[in-house]
């Protein structure tokens, strides 16, 4: 019995030894849809001694707002490539929502200058008031 234990130990270091070398390729399929979704489609290949053993796909979808800092650089250039003009669209919005932003703030310190004005007259028109008021006692 004490020698098969020792063959077995045997067999379980030499085994990993004589084992051939697998590698795994990437590729990657993008399509573009008429709505602006980006589809990809990855491919792993997995070759021992260069010959195909197995073969995963893995599918996702982005849009314009996906996180591309993952992505690999054809996926980046497709997807910004496909969203260009709707992010050129989203550009222009912005701004003029910061121009329009900008033209408020405007409006409000003009708004803001003339009502001190107002508050200064005001305030000067009671001061004569009250000395119309203390010479008439």
């Known amino acids: 019995m004490k020698t098969i234990t020792t063959l077995v130990a045997v067999l ?3 085994v990993p030894a004589l084992a051939t070398e697998y590698e795994e390729t990437v590729s990657y ?8 979704g980006v589809h990809v489609r990855k491919a792993t290949r997995v070759l021992k ?13 982005l849009t314009e707002r996906s996180n591309l800092s993952d992505e690999p650089d054809k996926v980046k250039r497709v ?4 969203w260009s003009e709707t992010l050129d669209g989203v550009l ?3 701004q003029k ?4 932003s900008t033209d408020q703030k405007e409006e ?7 009502l001190k004005r107002y508050k200064d007259t005001i305030e000067s028109e009671i001061i004569g008031l009250e000395a119309t008021k203390a010479a008439l006692e």
């Open 29 to 36: 399929q993008v399509t573009v849809s008429e709505s602006g």
């Open 12 to 14: 379980l270091f030499t």
């Open 92 to 94: 222009v919005e912005v």
């Open 108 to 114: 409000i310190a003009t708004d803001i200058a003339l």
């Open 79 to 82: 997807a910004l490539s496909a």
């Open 49 to 61: 001694d260069g010959v195909e053993i197995g073969k995963h796909y893995t599918r996702h979808v």
């Open 97 to 100: 929502e910061v121009r329009a």
